[in-house]
């Protein structure tokens, strides 16, 4: 684990070597609205490092700021509040420099949730070779928002708060940047299929049925004018497949990767 500093900001990243001798680009994994590095891990381990194994693929992992061991945001619920843009920003501004810094050209983006609609808009308009999303966000819905309700009340007198705070150098910084934007009437215009529309590489978008924060429309919706896209509902799965269902997730993106890769 590093820290990297990318336009004055310090992240933490953790680079996954390869296990094979293939020239293949790495899988750089977007983390989820409340999550960092350390929250990819599952009961078996690490699930990067796992599908880095399964694709001989080398990894990049990276918490945003203010997650993980990453530079907190300063006055978080003031004027360090994020803007309901955040993720546009991340795609477009934070995401190339950090590729840029690291030396990597058209990545295959995975990401889970918040980090679902990252990989969505940066490969609206950077190369990448493909995109995997799983429960991404590409518009609001009322099931998202009543669900984000029932976290606040989970993390002022539920518990969550304690279960994250070991994922998390400032875990009030994590759950409030992510909560506040989320709950403000400004974010329910937040609405990037029109984004998606132009993306040109692969999409593999998977989506639990038993998620409660969104339905089979996130993903039904990402629509590429282009590009071409498969969409896998995962049964028995909530929010997020790669914990509820990684063996099966696993192996539906290794294939992907075997079937898009030149």
């Known amino acids: 684990m590093e820290l990297i500093n990318v336009k004055g900001v ?3 990243v953790q680079l996954i070597p390869c296990t094979t001798s293939a020239a293949a680009p790495p899988i750089v994994f977007l983390h989820e609205g409340l999550g960092s590095v350390a929250m990819w891990q599952g009961r078996e381990g690490s699930w990067p490092q796992a599908l880095c194994a399964a694709t001989g693929r080398s990894g990049i992992v990276y918490s945003r700021r203010g997650y993980g061991q990453s530079d907190p945001v300063p006055d978080v619920r003031g004027t360090g509040r994020l803007r309901p843009d955040y993720m546009h920003h991340e795609a477009w501004d934070v995401l190339p420099a950090l590729l840029e810094q690291l030396g990597v050209s058209r990545p295959v983006l995975l990401g889970h949730s918040d980090g ?3 990989a969505l808009l940066h490969a609206s308009r950077h190369p990448v070779q ?3 999303v799983m429960a991404p ?3 609001v819905e009322d099931v998202s928002i009543r669900s984000i309700e029932q976290a606040r009340t989970a993390f002022e007198s539920g518990g969550l708060r304690e279960r994250l705070a070991r994922y998390h150098a400032d875990v009030d910084t994590a759950f ?3 909560n506040d934007v989320w709950l403000s009437s400004a974010f329910r215009a937040f609405d990037i299929r029109e984004d998606c529309r132009r993306i040109t590489a692969p999409v593999l978008a998977l989506q639990g049925v ?3 924060y969104g339905t089979m429309r996130q993903i039904e919706e990402i629509a590429p004018t282009q590009g ?3 969409l896998q509902a995962i049964a028995a799965c909530g929010h997020s497949p790669h914990r509820d269902q990684p063996a099966q997730v696993t192996d539906l993106i290794a294939r ?5 890769s030149p």
């Open 10 to 12: 310090r992240l933490e």
């Open 116 to 118: 679902g609609s990252i």
């Open 130 to 132: 493909a995109c995997i």
């Open 137 to 139: 966000h590409v518009m």
């Open 176 to 178: 409030w940047q992510w």
């Open 210 to 212: 038993d998620d409660a």
């Open 228 to 230: 071409p896209l498969q």
């Open 256 to 260: 992907f990767l075997r079937q898009i």
